[in-house]
């Protein structure tokens, strides 16, 4: 809707903060979101904007992004609603957006909680802990295939893959037919879905482990293929911009590697298609 947000920290917590995407004029911010930064990311969603802060305790928060006071551009916005995800959340929202699927928005924690609200009220619809028994981080944002209905989210930390969640009409989990696929460890990715096939990076340092570069059957969770040198904590990104006819709809995925290979300073680096 022409407007840009960033985010920008404080002492307490951080703000979001709105500007004309053509001038870059301030239009408002938000008010404060407490516990720690912001580290999630800033999703849009049919006229709101909803974020989440580090840490134990913080707090995940829905806003308005109607600029009603145009002639005022300090305005502060107050929060439509705020949840709080609880003192046993770890590092609490961390890297991920939320998804969207009917009224709901859903989001993890990297203690290990899918958790699902009212998009308009905050209202707790769901939440889902260990699935399938296992202890899993989400630190990744979630994606809704509506196709088949299912939710995916990438598995950090110890316990490593993707999951498949079936939807329920309200928004809640259907925790008794969930998929996983599980793999060595380190996924900081988030998934990427086309053709019923499942995308996802694996590997690198600071929380990454060893899974390949993955390829999954949207269906089953079923592993196509791996490309085990492909390591990235970055999530693919999927155009279809360049697909014909004439080279059978052929897409392509675009990956950046975890870090440069060599020694500084001589330490050259790669995109992959």
């Not at 516990?35 to 904007?49: L, R, V």
């Not at 974020?51 to 134990?56: C, V």
């Amino acid at each position: 809707n022409g407007k840009v947000f960033v985010f920008g920290t404080e002492t307490g917590g951080s703000r979001i903060y709105a500007f004309d995407a053509v001038t870059l004029k301030m239009l408002f911010k938000t008010a404060l979101i407490p516990s720690a930064q912001i580290e999630s990311a800033i999703m849009y969603h049919d006229g709101y904007i909803y974020a989440g802060s580090y840490n134990a305790n913080g707090e995940f928060a829905c806003f308005d992004t109607e600029d009603t006071d145009p002639q005022n551009t300090d305005e502060e916005k107050t929060a439509k609603w705020s949840y709080n995800v609880g003192a046993d959340a770890g590092q609490g929202i961390l890297w991920d957006g939320s998804e969207f699927v009917g009224d709901a928005v859903i989001f993890g924690t990297a203690a290990g909680k899918l958790i699902s609200l009212n998009r308009f009220t905050g209202a707790e619809i769901d939440v889902l802990s260990k699935p399938k028994g296992e202890d899993a981080g989400f630190t990744t944002t979630p994606y809704y295939y509506e196709k088949n209905n299912m939710l995916y989210v990438s598995m950090a930390e110890s316990n490593s893959g993707v999951i498949a969640v079936p939807m329920n009409s309200d928004g809640s989990f259907d925790d008794d037919n969930i998929l996983m696929y599980k793999n060595s460890g380190g996924i900081k990715s988030s998934v990427v879905i086309y053709n019923d096939r499942v995308y996802v990076c694996g590997g690198g340092g600071h929380g990454g482990g060893n899974a390949p570069f993955t390829v999954l059957d949207a269906n089953t969770l079923e592993e196509i293929y791996t490309i085990p040198d492909l390591i990235s904590k970055g999530s693919a990104v999927l155009t279809t911009a360049y697909a014909t006819k004439e080279n059978n709809q052929q897409v392509y995925l675009y990956i950046t590697p975890y870090k440069p290979a060599g020694t500084y300073p001589d330490r050259p680096s790669q995109l992959y298609i």
